[in-house]
């Protein structure tokens, strides 16, 4: 639940944010409304603008750190975030609310547990804050609902990659979010197109003594 959850704040918190300071900031509390109004005084830039930037100093790093010596790699990623990130605050470049955000998107995106599932997520964070910066709420879920048609458009190997979400197979369920015991699972996944879709009888399964 917690890489599903980081996953999804990798992906839209960005575009959540921009949408907000953009277009619906009156869904904040007040208090907090005055904050974030603060900090974005003396930013000359609009939302889209800084986190574009931030993600940008970040891919830096981040392909700096990879292709160093790993103990240099680590360093230059800590201390040369840490100044960066310090010095463009001062130079009133990017706001202290939008260093949150992009600091909390970029750690969530390392909870991903694939590699290219973490790289799919960088890519597709842009065209989700560009359309949160063109149309806010309604520009993430017109994204959100292209992405979605895709997915469920796309095989691999001919299963459906949303199977058997789309489409929906109640029988097929019991392996996909919460793991039934297995003793339980007499029947393979239809998606998996075996030529036996019942399973045979092992030492998985409770038998009764005589």
């Known amino acids: 639940m917690i890489r599903m959850v980081s996953f999804l704040i990798a992906f839209t918190l960005p575009a959540v944010y921009i949408a907000t ?14 904050t974030i109004k603060k900090s ?7 939302a889209i603008i800084e986190a574009m930037l931030l993600e940008l100093i970040f891919a830096v790093l981040r392909e700096a750190g990879i292709r160093l010596p790993s103990r240099v790699g680590q360093t230059i990623g800590i201390v040369g975030g840490l100044v960066i990130r ?13 260093i949150i955000v992009v600091s909390l998107t970029a ?27 063109l149309f806010g709420y309604i ?19 001919g299963t459906p990659y949303f199977a058997p979400l789309a489409p929906f197979r109640l029988g097929d369920m019991k392996d996909v979010i919460i ?5 339980t699972l007499h029947q393979r996944s239809y998606g998996s197109q075996a030529q036996k879709l019942k399973q045979q009888n092992d ?8």
């Open 21 to 34: 300071i953009t277009f619906h900031s009156a869904i904040l509390p007040l208090e907090l409304a005055h």
């Open 40 to 46: 974005l005084e003396n930013v000359p830039f609009p």
């Open 86 to 98: 310090d010095a463009i605050v001062r130079a009133g470049l990017v706001s202290y609310t939008m």
């Open 107 to 133: 750690i969530s995106s390392f909870l991903v547990p694939s590699h290219e599932m973490s790289s799919a997520v960088r890519i597709l964070r842009f065209p989700m804050m560009i359309g949160a910066a």
């Open 139 to 157: 520009g993430i879920a017109f994204g959100l609902l292209i992405l979605t048609i895709h997915l469920c458009k796309l095989e691999t190997f």
């Open 179 to 183: 793991r039934f015991p297995i003793w």
């Open 203 to 210: 030492s998985r399964s409770w038998k009764r003594r005589e």
